[in-house]
């Protein structure tokens, strides 16, 4: 007599997928259903295994745009942001320019090939462009880093405008808003900017409007409109609002279009960019750089009550100019304490001064016309030939001369406003071509 479980039953058992053998057909052997028993296991806890922790590169944008750019003259910033939005450290391999007109741009800021990002850790590049001529110009901006979804390709564009070498173009004031770090669902406080016309004749304003990414998560409100006319000189101000809908990386773009005297027309581009959620420690704070335009006076700080109370408007005539200085907020071997102190002989221009020398700062303590404020960061040393050992880049100091009836000075990492403020009077002080500091780039 034969046995059901060993020939037709069995054979039922061949022709049924493995894992519903023990369910489908009970008169299988028992070694078949404790094998089936044991995949369904392992299939379970694979479902249940939570997922490697690995890295995520986020970018706030794709294309970076520039509007009209007067031949051999340099745009205003244009930030990228780059986060890592994974839950595992991000490492930054490579930051590289390619393309046809890939020389006539150039990039800075806080992001350097091998630098680390923390999980919800971010840095900024900087980009500029330099048209050498009339005509389109084109760039690709690669981000490589350890991290399935890179490398991540920004294009970057322009136009090299000879038609409106007799303008200069709008620059908005400052040159972008970052609103940081905001709890989703939660409103930031208001940022404004100021819309200047120093074309030397009048424009009008044609579209105005947040477009791209993340738009929905932004407001914005205006002294003026589209089809307004602004004569040479006038100002409008942009204000934003700032409520994250989710968590990580939020960006947009205002689109300003511009017509000079109905001749010509061009898009003037500002980034506005937010978190949601809580931004991950960085090494470094940033010295954000403000400007008051009825003294020409430059101030820097790291102090957040300060920074709030600046960007609400509460110290009058004082505007970011888009520019920072990454400084350490503790001390480490190596380092420099900054010491800074204020004026109080010049009236309203009496201004804020800071070093990072000691033979400096005791000499300054020394003098009644300023008073000590505290130490304030910390720094690198600039070696004696000026130049800056490590990642750390110069930091140039700039002395004003007293133009204007009291001193002031600005601190800058950029060579070309250097030479640019020396052109205009300023003077350099520091270590060789003068570098006062050394900062994070």
Not at 116 to 128: G, K
Request: charge should be negative.
């Amino acid at each position: 007599m034969k046995s059901i479980a060993s020939t037709e039953a069995c054979a039922g058992c061949a022709r049924q997928p493995l894992f519903m053998v023990a369910i489908v057909n009970p008169l299988c052997g028992m070694g078949r259903s404790l094998g089936a028993a044991a995949i369904l296991l392992f299939l379970a806890l694979l479902v249940a295994a939570p997922a490697l922790a690995q890295p995520v590169l986020d970018v706030s944008r794709t294309y970076v745009g520039f509007g009209r750019v007067t031949p051999n003259a340099t745009s205003p910033v244009q930030p990228l942001f780059v986060m890592n939005t994974g839950d595992a450290p991000l490492t930054l391999q490579a930051i590289t320019l390619d393309g046809a007109n890939s020389t006539q741009f150039a990039v800075g800021g806080t992001c350097a090939a091998t630098q680390q990002l923390a999980p919800n850790a971010r840095c900024r590049i900087d980009v500029v462009m330099r048209p050498t001529g009339a005509g389109s110009r084109l760039a690709s901006l690669t981000i490589a880093a350890d991290a399935a979804s890179t490398p991540v390709v920004v294009t970057l564009g322009g136009l090299g405008d000879g038609a409106t070498s007799i303008v200069a173009p709008p620059n908005p004031d400052p040159d972008w808003i970052d609103f940081g770090a905001i709890d989703v669902g939660m409103a930031a406080a208001p940022r404004s900017l100021t819309f200047r016309n120093n074309s030397g004749i009048g424009l009008r304003i044609t579209s105005l409007a947040l477009q791209t990414g993340e738009r929905h998560d932004f407001t914005l409100s205006s002294s003026c409109n589209v089809n307004d006319s602004l004569p040479n000189g006038s100002t409008c101000t942009f204000t934003f609002g700032f409520t994250p809908s989710a968590a990580g990386l939020r960006a947009t773009v205002l689109y300003i279009g511009v017509s000079y005297m109905e001749i010509t027309e061009g898009v003037v581009y500002v980034s506005v960019t937010g978190i949601g959620g809580v931004l991950a420690p960085s090494p470094y704070v940033e010295a954000a750089e403000y400007y008051h335009s009825a003294f020409d006076h430059y101030f820097i700080t790291t102090i957040p009550d300060e920074i709030r109370k600046l960007d609400a408007g509460e110290f009058v005539g004082w505007a970011r100019t888009g520019r920072s200085i990454n400084v350490y907020p503790t001390d480490n071997a190596g380092l420099a304490t900054v010491c800074r102190f204020f004026s109080t002989a010049f009236g309203l221009k009496s201004s804020h001064f800071y070093t990072a020398l000691s033979d400096e700062c005791a000499l300054v303590k020394n003098n009644p016309n300023w008073m000590f404020e505290g130490d304030v960061f910390f720094v690198g040393l600039p070696m004696a030939d000026s130049t800056c050992g490590g990642a750390s880049i110069p930091v140039y100091r700039l002395y004003n001369n007293g133009m204007g009836g009291a001193p002031n000075h600005r601190f800058t990492t950029d060579p070309q406003l250097q030479g640019l403020m020396r052109a205009q009077g300023w003077i350099a002080e520091g270590y060789g071509i003068g570098v006062s500091m050394c900062a994070l780039r």
